[in-house]
Protein backbone atom coordinates (compact mmCIF):
# COMPACT_ATOMS: atom_id res chain seq x y z
CA UNK A 1 0.00 0.00 0.00
CA UNK A 2 2.56 2.73 -1.20
CA UNK A 3 0.66 5.45 -1.61
CA UNK A 4 -1.83 5.30 1.62
CA UNK A 5 -0.59 6.52 4.98
CA UNK A 6 -0.85 4.22 8.46
CA UNK A 7 -2.31 5.03 11.28
CA UNK A 8 -1.61 3.41 14.94
CA UNK A 9 -3.57 3.15 18.21
CA UNK A 10 -1.23 5.81 19.34
CA UNK A 11 -2.99 8.75 16.99
CA UNK A 12 -5.88 6.97 15.92
CA UNK A 13 -7.65 9.58 17.51
CA UNK A 14 -6.22 12.48 16.05
CA UNK A 15 -5.97 11.49 12.69
CA UNK A 16 -9.25 9.45 12.35
CA UNK A 17 -11.73 10.73 14.72
CA UNK A 18 -10.74 14.66 14.69
CA UNK A 19 -10.72 14.51 11.27
CA UNK A 20 -12.47 16.97 9.46
CA UNK A 21 -14.40 15.31 6.43
CA UNK A 22 -15.01 11.56 6.29
CA UNK A 23 -12.06 8.91 6.87
CA UNK A 24 -11.94 5.01 5.46
CA UNK A 25 -9.66 3.29 7.47
CA UNK A 26 -8.37 0.22 5.88
CA UNK A 27 -7.53 -2.65 8.83
CA UNK A 28 -5.26 -5.08 7.57
CA UNK A 29 -2.47 -7.54 7.89
CA UNK A 30 0.63 -8.34 5.57
CA UNK A 31 -0.46 -12.06 5.95
CA UNK A 32 -3.86 -11.79 4.19
CA UNK A 33 -4.21 -12.24 0.86
CA UNK A 34 -7.58 -10.37 0.17
CA UNK A 35 -6.05 -7.40 1.77
CA UNK A 36 -2.86 -7.08 -0.86
CA UNK A 37 -5.55 -7.39 -3.47
CA UNK A 38 -7.62 -4.27 -1.77
CA UNK A 39 -4.17 -2.18 -1.53
CA UNK A 40 -4.28 -1.01 -5.33
CA UNK A 41 -7.89 -0.27 -5.63
CA UNK A 42 -7.87 2.28 -2.77
CA UNK A 43 -4.93 3.82 -4.35
CA UNK A 44 -6.74 4.40 -7.06
CA UNK A 45 -9.87 5.50 -4.87
CA UNK A 46 -7.31 8.27 -2.84
CA UNK A 47 -6.11 9.32 -6.06
CA UNK A 48 -9.67 9.67 -7.47
CA UNK A 49 -11.20 11.01 -4.10
CA UNK A 50 -8.45 12.35 -1.86
CA UNK A 51 -10.19 16.02 -2.21
CA UNK A 52 -13.44 14.54 -0.25
CA UNK A 53 -12.09 11.42 1.22
CA UNK A 54 -9.08 10.98 3.74
CA UNK A 55 -7.78 6.54 3.34
CA UNK A 56 -5.77 5.76 6.35
CA UNK A 57 -4.24 1.77 6.82
CA UNK A 58 -3.85 0.13 10.21
CA UNK A 59 -2.08 -2.68 10.36
CA UNK A 60 -3.99 -4.84 13.34
CA UNK A 61 -1.07 -7.14 14.20
CA UNK A 62 0.68 -4.13 15.20
CA UNK A 63 -2.30 -2.27 16.59
CA UNK A 64 -4.37 -4.56 18.15
CA UNK A 65 -6.56 -2.06 20.55
CA UNK A 66 -8.70 -0.07 17.89
CA UNK A 67 -9.41 -3.04 15.99
CA UNK A 68 -10.80 -4.59 19.27
CA UNK A 69 -12.32 -1.48 20.46
CA UNK A 70 -14.28 -1.45 17.18
CA UNK A 71 -14.99 -5.15 16.76
CA UNK A 72 -12.70 -5.79 13.51
CA UNK A 73 -12.94 -9.44 13.71
CA UNK A 74 -12.13 -10.14 10.16
CA UNK A 75 -9.91 -8.48 7.39
CA UNK A 76 -9.89 -6.95 5.48
CA UNK A 77 -12.57 -4.41 7.06
CA UNK A 78 -12.95 -0.84 5.75
CA UNK A 79 -14.48 1.23 8.38
CA UNK A 80 -15.44 4.74 7.68
CA UNK A 81 -15.38 7.28 10.10
CA UNK A 82 -17.41 10.35 10.17
CA UNK A 83 -17.27 13.21 12.79
CA UNK A 84 -15.78 10.47 15.13
CA UNK A 85 -18.40 7.89 14.48
CA UNK A 86 -18.59 4.52 12.49
CA UNK A 87 -21.31 5.23 9.51
CA UNK A 88 -20.22 2.31 7.17
CA UNK A 89 -18.46 -1.34 7.62
CA UNK A 90 -17.23 -2.70 4.45
CA UNK A 91 -15.95 -6.40 5.27
CA UNK A 92 -14.01 -8.07 2.87
CA UNK A 93 -12.26 -7.78 -0.31
CA UNK A 94 -14.60 -6.39 -3.12
CA UNK A 95 -14.22 -4.99 -6.29
CA UNK A 96 -13.87 -0.76 -6.77
CA UNK A 97 -17.18 -0.44 -8.55
CA UNK A 98 -18.84 -2.30 -5.20
CA UNK A 99 -16.79 0.17 -3.06
CA UNK A 100 -17.56 2.91 -4.62
CA UNK A 101 -21.20 2.68 -4.81
CA UNK A 102 -20.94 2.12 -0.43
CA UNK A 103 -19.20 5.41 0.15
CA UNK A 104 -21.26 7.21 -3.04
CA UNK A 105 -23.58 8.88 -0.28
CA UNK A 106 -20.43 9.99 1.92
CA UNK A 107 -17.58 11.01 -0.85
Excluded at 26 to 51: H, N, V
Excluded at 55 to 72: F, G, H, S
Excluded at 76 to 97: Q, R
Amino acid sequence: MGNIAAVTDDDFAEKVLGAEGPVLVDFWASWCGPCRQLAPILEEIQIEKGDKLTILKMDADANPVTPAQYRVTGLPTMNLYVGGEVVKSIVGAKPKSAILNDLSEFA
